[in-house]
């Protein structure tokens, strides 16, 4: 889709074009704009290609090639299984893939649970992407989910149908009403199951979080960690881990700073050529709203139990 506008006073051309209002403009976030600019896609009559800085003089027409022309989620082309709907209609809970994002990270990109979902209910003739998609504020593109899980990461994801719906339930994985359960196949034979607590520290900084068997600081934040030794052979075991807390990265960051970091984790443990780690949240548990549901793992996790002799049954 081709925008094209006056420049109405001289100006830097990035100010002016995030202060125009377009068919889905409220979607194009700050780092998407950056992208349209990488890609040579803004230009101007007078000046040609056009960089973020660039000033554009006043009576110039500028003109972007936006690589979409929706409003919201572009409805992904892949399939996903809804494995649970409430009795009122109102949420639901997913089976995320692994290797695949939790939410769209552009509005012209479609490879997310969220665009899933968004198809998913379209299909179903339950609502619109569009409708899906204000479920949340623009610029995210998470439309109902209330949590997210890595890429890599597979399994139980809760999606909301309605507004308050989805107030409701983030309250109450906000307030650690929701037990949480975990596979993972982790470096080394851990001998026996083991519960206690955690401290937590996120990096301003960085993407990633530390966390440590005792307190380091005023500001860490405790939490409870409880682990099951499922499997374990030939350096490398599977477990189940058990939480209620919901901070990024807590079960790689936790198994890491227990010394038994993922196998293939290249942020807290080690990179492994070709691979990635195997995680599955396998289970949400949550009285007050009466949800108890489990779901297996990919063929990809079990593959990789198979090949390392480890065992899972249900």
């Known amino acids: 889709m081709l925008m094209q506008f006056n420049v109405p ?5 990035d100010r002016l074009i995030r202060d125009r209002q377009f068919i889905g403009s409220e979607w194009v976030s700050r780092a998407s704009w950056d992208d ?4 040579k896609k803004i230009s101007s009559k007078n000046k040609g290609v056009l960089k973020s800085g660039d000033t554009v003089n006043k009576d110039d027409i500028v003109s972007v090639e936006l690589p979409f022309s929706h409003i919201g989620l572009l409805v992904a082309e892949s399939d996903v299984e809804r494995v649970y709907r409430s009795p009122d209609k ?38 619109s992407a569009e409708q899906f998609s204000y479920l949340a504020a623009p610029p995210i593109l998470e439309g109902g989910l209330v949590q997210r899980l890595d ?3 597979s399994g139980l994801v809760c999606v909301a149908f309605t507004k308050p719906s989805k107030v409701l339930l983030q309250k109450l994985f906000i307030e650690k009403k929701v037990a949480k359960e975990y596979l993972a196949i982790v470096l080394g034979e851990i001998e026996k199951d083991w519960s206690g607590q955690l401290y937590f520290q ?10 440590s068997t005792e307190r380091k600081k005023q500001t860490d934040v405790s939490y409870s960690f409880n682990l099951k030794v499922c499997s374990k052979n030939a350096g ?24 038994h ?3 293939a984790d290249p942020v807290y443990g080690q990179k492994v050529d070709g691979e ?34 480890l065992h899972y049954t249900v």
């Not at 996120?202 to 966390?211: I, L, M, N, P, Y």
């Not at 075991?237 to 209620?244: C, G, P």
């Open 9 to 13: 006073k001289t100006d830097r051309v």
């Open 36 to 39: 349209l600019f990488l890609s």
């Open 90 to 127: 109102k949420w639901g809970v997913f089976l995320k893939k692994p290797m695949l994002n939790s939410i769209s990270l552009r509005p012209w990109l479609n490879d997310s649970l969220a665009s899933e979902v968004a198809g998913f209910l379209e299909k179903a003739g339950e609502m």
């Open 151 to 153: 890429y890599e990461t």
């Open 202 to 211: 996120a990096h301003k900084k960085s993407d990633t979080v530390s966390v």
């Open 236 to 259: 490398y075991s599977l477990v189940l881990v058990r939480l209620q807390e919901g901070f990024r990265h807590v079960v790689r960051a936790s198994m890491a700073a227990l010394g």
């Open 261 to 263: 970091a993922l196998y």
């Open 276 to 309: 990635f780690f195997s995680l599955h949240a396998s289970t949400l548990i949550c009285e007050e709203i009466s949800l108890n549901i489990k779901a297996l793992p990919p063929q990809s996790f079990l593959s990789r139990l198979e090949k390392f002799g």
